[in-house]
């Protein structure tokens, strides 16, 4: 299955990127619903200083930033710092988890970002669920972006 979602948020793409790789910019992103843990053997990291192409181990999520539900066994595959990262892992529910975000400037102080999510549940018949749930998911990481930065 295959998700894409892109808004348009008032920051440089600089700005948005330092935003979009730290652990706390993608917790900000994930809330209320959710957090996410860093692996913990990796310390204090951000997306664009962990090393590309190695499973870097668990990163836990958990619902409401407390209970934890689902981990993803977390792989930057590609990076191209200030532009695009691509994560390629595995989940708990996830045979297959690709999610690959894109800024593009537009103007000075504006910036596209763009996710492309792609996935394979581990069992076929929760594809429409997930897919509802990883669509609207995202669709509130964008507004949450939007309304940090503004639109």
Known sequence: MIIESESVVGASAERVWTRV???????EEMRPWMTMSMPRRLGPVTIDSVPVGIELGRA????FGI????????????IEPGHRFHEKSTMLTMRR????????????????VHDRLTFEPRLAALTPVLTAIVRSFFAHRHRRLQRHFGS
């Open 97 to 112: 988890w690709e999610h690959e975000r894109t800024l593009t400037p537009v103007g000075a102080d504006r910036t596209a």
């Open 60 to 63: 836990w999520l958990r619902l």
């Open 67 to 78: 209970v934890p539900f689902e981990y993803d066994a977390l792989t930057i595959a590609e």
């Open 21 to 27: 790789v730290a652990p706390e910019g993608i917790n």
